[in-house]
Nanobody, 123 residues
């Protein structure tokens, strides 16, 4: 099981920004997909973004394109999620996770790392 150090969550007003980070303790293979998944209260988990570790290619659902940006630092073994123009409906626990070598938009295909990061957006 991968150990991670998560940070960057908190409370922000609508329109604000937050950057989440997830630093992994073990090597991440270049072929692997790292993703961010979120779960709002009372709702199912939702795919937010993903990045292929080696190439840096990114993937987003259409509804979040333009507001969220996933990136990584291979030197720091860390994946980031920059969230701009936050809305109350972005309130959720955000998880960093991996789907292995295959890109998948289904949250159930991910192996979840860490306990998740709470993000709360007030109107």
């Amino acid at each position: 099981q991968v150990q991670v150090a998560e940070s960057g969550g908190g409370s922000v007003q609508a329109g604000g920004s937050l950057t989440l980070s997830c630093a992994a303790s073990t090597r991440i293979y270049s072929s692997h997909i790292l993703g961010w998944i979120r779960q709002a209260p009372g709702k199912e988990r939702e795919f937010v973004a993903a990045i292929r570790w080696g190439t840096g290619r990114t993937y987003y659902p259409d509804k979040l394109k333009g507001r969220f940006t996933v990136s990584r630092s291979t030197a720091e073994n860390t994946v980031y999620l920059q969230m701009n123009n936050l809305k109350p409906e972005d309130t959720a626990v955000y998880y960093c996770a991996s789907s292995g070598i295959d890109l998948d938009y289904r949250p159930e295909k991910y192996t979840y790392w860490g306990q998740g990061i709470q993000v709360t957006v007030s109107s």
